[in-house]
């Protein structure tokens, strides 16, 4: 019997190419998408993830088709730059809601089924929330947020058999670039916003495809023990390991220098 899947944010990006190689690897993968979207890969049904009940009922539907749920992949997220003053209450909410509220209430909602198959729920995370960039405060706050809850849970369900596992990508080429909303101008910060903002899009063009990701996604898969988290790319594992091993005010400010300076 093929193993099921469920992705939040199929219709593009690293969920996209999740979903179609899983899809390739004999899993039936129904995607979650908030617009319709047709894939003759898998199959995505539309939902807001921050609308709990719209989730809940594509969780039903596909559990009343398939019998079973193996894998969760929580992907679906937004980003928001520029400085914190100029955040909007607005913006700050949504990308909180979206990347990790709505991540929150889907894991719950999950973990009854994982249950019953010993299944994994996977959290993609971000290199982000581990190392923190300036002017993306918020984003930076979020996947941390993922990562501690993530790890947080696997507590609370590693004896029933669910594996919970974060995955952290760096740098990914994808349409989440063009997609990030810039809130307010450069104010006081005489061209750094600007900068470091262009800085984060020439990193994130010749970044890793988003089918790198999605092969880690599927490593994490097929392992009997995956681990707690993965950094995806050789030079990311690079950069998350001197940061635990280096000083924080030392780390804070070559990321200041890369991402905060003229």
């Given amino acids: 019997m093929a193993k099921v899947a469920i992705i ?8 996209l190419s999740t979903a179609r190689r899983l899809s390739a690897r004999g899993y039936r993968v129904y995607g979650i998408a ?21 989730v809940k009922s ?20 937004m980003g928001i730059a520029g400085a914190v003053e100029c ?30 198959t010993r299944g994994n729920l996977v959290n993609i995370g971000s290199v982000a ?16 947020g993922v990562l501690n809850f993530s790890l947080a849970l696997d507590g609370e369900v590693r004896s029933f058999g669910v594996k919970v596992t974060t995955v952290l990508p760096g740098d990914t080429k994808t349409g ?12 006081d910060y005489g061209g750094r ?14 970044g890793k495809s988003p089918l790198t990701v999605a092969k880690t996604v599927e490593k994490v898969l097929r392992k009997k023990h995956p681990p707690l988290k993965v950094t995806v790319g050789g030079q990311y594992k690079l950069f998350v390991g001197l940061g635990k091993l280096l000083p924080t005010r030392f780390v804070n400010f070559v990321l200041r220098k890369m991402y905060a300076e003229k």
């Fill in 8 to 15: 939040t944010g199929a219709s593009s990006g690293i969920g």
């Fill in 34 to 54: 908030r617009r319709p979207f047709h894939d003759d890969a898998f199959e995505c049904l539309q939902a807001d993830v921050n609308d709990p009940e719209t």
């Fill in 58 to 77: 594509v969780f039903e539907t596909v559990f009343a088709r398939e019998g079973r749920i193996d894998a969760v992949i929580n992907n679906a997220g």
């Fill in 87 to 116: 955040a909007s209450d607005e913006m700050i909410r949504r990308i909180f809601d979206t990347n990790l509220v709505s991540l929150v209430q889907i894991s719950s909602l999950a973990v009854p089924y994982l249950r019953k």
């Fill in 129 to 144: 929330g581990v190392l923190p960039i300036p002017f993306q405060a918020c984003y930076s706050a979020t996947k941390a």
């Fill in 176 to 187: 989440f670039t063009a997609a990030r909303v810039v809130e307010g101008g450069e104010a």
């Fill in 193 to 206: 916003i600007g900068k470091s903002i262009r800085r984060m899009e020439k990193d994130e063009q010749n």
